[in-house]
């Protein structure tokens, strides 16, 4: 029988490394089938459907597993289902009415109005996510899958409003080309007065989610929030990554190419 590895290690250790383990599979997986096309894209939506019924099995399943296994079945489940919504949008087969170029008379609330656009079939599909999600757990006592969605969302609402705002950092060339018209409604610029309050906000949760896993290892509700606080730790770090200059944002994106 292996041994009980250390408590700083069932903390600080594995889950980030699941994390960001199963955060870059599944980003590396929508951004190759993207890049095939949307044909590609919408055959894999399809194709994976068995798998998105596993996932919403698998949070049923572990709806009273409190224990540390618990916690990363549903995580995985919970990140599969948020990978799969990802696809649906940037596929186009779940995306909004409006997918052309921002028009450049558009400003302020107006064109505001044109982004949300080009995602509110994916924020009506999301929204009917999160009912289905609270039917299946009802009385659950492990959240992890649906909170790990929720993270997810918000982050990238928040991501998404930051660039629609203006940033210094952005990457539009790296978008296949069927979606790029979505850089029409980003704005490079200084960062916005939204930019602080949004990173500083994902920036204190991720250390106070910390505090408390470590507060609470080794228990097994460390896990859970270690899980948590990976993710928007994650996400916090993708906001710092808009403040990079441009041309050093240039040159990362050409080496992952």
């Known amino acids: 029988m292996l041994p009980e590895p250390p408590a700083w290690a069932q903390t600080y250790l594995y889950p980030p490394l699941m994390v960001v383990a199963i955060w870059v599979s599944l980003t590396a997986g929508v951004l190759v089938l993207n890049r095939r096309g949307p044909q590609a894209a919408r055959l894999a939506l399809l194709l994976s459907l068995p798998l998105l019924g596993l996932a919403h099995w698998q949070i049923g399943l572990t709806r009273h597993d409190l224990s540390a296994l618990g916690a990363y079945r549903a995580f995985a489940a919970g990140m599969l289902i948020w990978a ?59 959240w992890v899958g649906m909170l790990v969605f929720c993270l997810s969302w918000a982050l990238q609402h928040s991501a998404k409003l930051n660039v629609l705002l203006g940033v210094p950092t952005l990457q539009v060339d790296l978008f296949p080309p069927h979606l790029r018209y979505l850089g029409s409604f980003w704005a490079r610029r200084p960062a916005s007065g939204f930019f602080l309050p ?18 609470l290892a080794p228990a097994p509700v460390a896990v859970r929030l ?26 990362a994106g050409q080496v992952v190419d």
Request: aromatic share 8%; hydrophobic share 55%.
């Open 84 to 142: 799969w919504h990802e696809m649906a949008f940037y596929s186009g087969l779940i995306s909004g009415p409006w997918r052309q170029a921002c028009p450049p008379h558009a400003h302020g609330v107006v064109r505001f109005g044109y982004a949300l656009g080009t995602h509110l079939y994916h924020e009506l599909a999301c929204i009917a996510e999160l009912a289905l999600m609270l039917h299946v757990l009802g009385d659950a006592t492990n």
């Open 198 to 215: 949004s990173v500083s906000v994902s920036t204190l949760l991720a250390g106070l989610l910390w505090l408390t896993a470590g507060s």
């Open 226 to 251: 270690a899980l948590l606080a990976s993710v928007v730790t994650l996400g916090a770090l993708e906001h710092w990554l808009l403040l990079l200059p441009a041309r050093v944002a240039a040159t």
